[in-house]
C-alpha cells in the first residue's frame, strides 16, 4: 500500500512537506560527538535518564513509567530500550501505569548540523518509538519548536513520520510540516535515519533517501522558525497515547524493543 495512503489513516497528522531527492552529509563537516554503545552501561556523561512526568503522567494519554535504568540495556554495540507490560508500584515516582519503558535525553545540544542514528523499531499495536529533538531550554511548547526525526506509531507499521512544530506549524492547529515514508523493514533491520538542519532549511530522509524539507522564508519569525538556538537529541519508546492507541495495546506482544546501534552528529568546520 502506498505510503500516502496509509497516512491517510491517521487523523493526526499532514502530508505538506514531502521531500524525496537525496539526503547526504556535507563534505565540509567533522564528526563531533557520537555514541557507538560499545560499554556495558548507558555513558552518564553523555545521555541522562528523563522520569519527570512519571507521578503526573506523561502526555498525549501516554501509558508508560520511564525508569531510570531498569529498561535499558547495553550488550553487543546496541541501546535497547525495552518496553514491559507491568505495573512498578514500588517505585515513589509511579502515577498508575501499567507499562514501563525507557527514555534518554543527550546532555549535550547543538545547534545545525547532520545526525544520524541507526535503529531497528518495534511494530506491535501501542508502541510509539521516536527519535527527536526539543529546544534547550524548552520555556514553551509549540513556541520554541519541535523536529521529529523518525516516529512510528503500532497502528501504522513500517510508516514513518517525520515532523517539525512550530507556534505557527502544529498539529493542534492542523498546520504542522509532515510527511511519511513507507519503510518495509523498519521492525526486521536497522535503517540510518538522518538530520540535515542548517540556517535556512531542515531535510529529514532514511537510508540517504529524503522523506521532508522545509524552507525557512524571508520573512519567518519565531513562530515559523525557531530552530536557531541549540537542541537536545531525544530517544524513547512510549506505550500508547491518542495516536499509537488507536487499534489498542497488544499486550500480549509485550516486551516490545527499539534497538539503536549508534548516534553520530557532525557540524560544519
Given at each position: 500500500m502506498p505510503a500516502l495512503a496509509l497516512a491517510a489513516l491517521s487523523p493526526f497528522t499532514?502530508?505538506?512537506s514531502t521531500y524525496d531527492g537525496p539526503v547526504r552529509r556535507p563534505a565540509n563537516m567533522r564528526l563531533v560527538w557520537r555514541d557507538e554503545f560499545n560499554g556495558r552501561t548507558l555513558e552518564l556523561t553523555r545521555w541522562r535518564y528523563d522520569t519527570a512526568f512519571n507521578k503526573r503522567g506523561w502526555f498525549n494519554n501516554e501509558k508508560q513509567y520511564y525508569s531510570p535504568g531498569r529498561n535499558l540495556q547495553v550488550r553487543h554495540g546496541a541501546m535497547i530500550m525495552e518496553a514491559r507490560h507491568e505495573a512498578p508500584?514500588?517505585?515513589p515516582d509511579w502515577g498508575?501505569?501499567?507499562y514501563t519503558s525507557a527514555k534518554i535525553v543527550s546532555t549535550r545540544a547543538w545547534t545545525y548540523g547532520f545526525y544520524e542514528?541507526?535503529?531497528k523499531l518495534p511494530c506491535a499495536p501501542g508502541t510509539w518509538p521516536a527519535i527527536?529533538?526539543?529546544?534547550?531550554?524548552?520555556?514553551k511548547w509549540p513556541d520554541d519548536g519541535e523536529i521529529d526525526i523518525m516516529e512510528q506509531v503500532g497502528a501504522e507499521p513500517n510508516l514513518i513520520y517525520s515532523t517539525l512544530h512550530t507556534l505557527a506549524y502544529n498539529h493542534r492547529i492542523g498546520t504542522q510540516r509532515s510527511a511519511q515514508r513507507l519503510v518495509p523493514s523498519s521492525c526486521r533491520a536497522f535503517h540510518?535515519?538522518?538530520?540535515?538542519w542548517r540556517p535556512d532549511s531542515i531535510t529529514i530522509g532514511v537510508d540517504g533517501r529524503g522523506i521532508l524539507r522545509h524552507r525557512r522564508q524571508p520573512a519567518d519569525g519565531k513562530a515559523e522558525w525557531p530552530f536557531d538556538a541549540p537542541?537536545?537529541?531525544?530517544?524513547?519508546?512510549a506505550i500508547g497515547g491518542d495516536w499509537a492507541s488507536q487499534k489498542g495495546i497488544d499486550d500480549a506482544a509485550m516486551p516490545q524493543r527499539m534497538e539503536v546501534d549508534y548516534v553520530r552528529v557532525w557540524q560544519a568546520q
Open positions: 499532514v502530508t505538506n508500584r514500588q517505585f498508575g501505569q501499567n542514528i541507526r535503529a527527536w529533538m526539543l529546544r534547550q531550554p524548552m520555556t540510518r535515519y538522518q538530520l540535515d537542541f537536545d537529541l531525544i530517544l524513547n519508546l
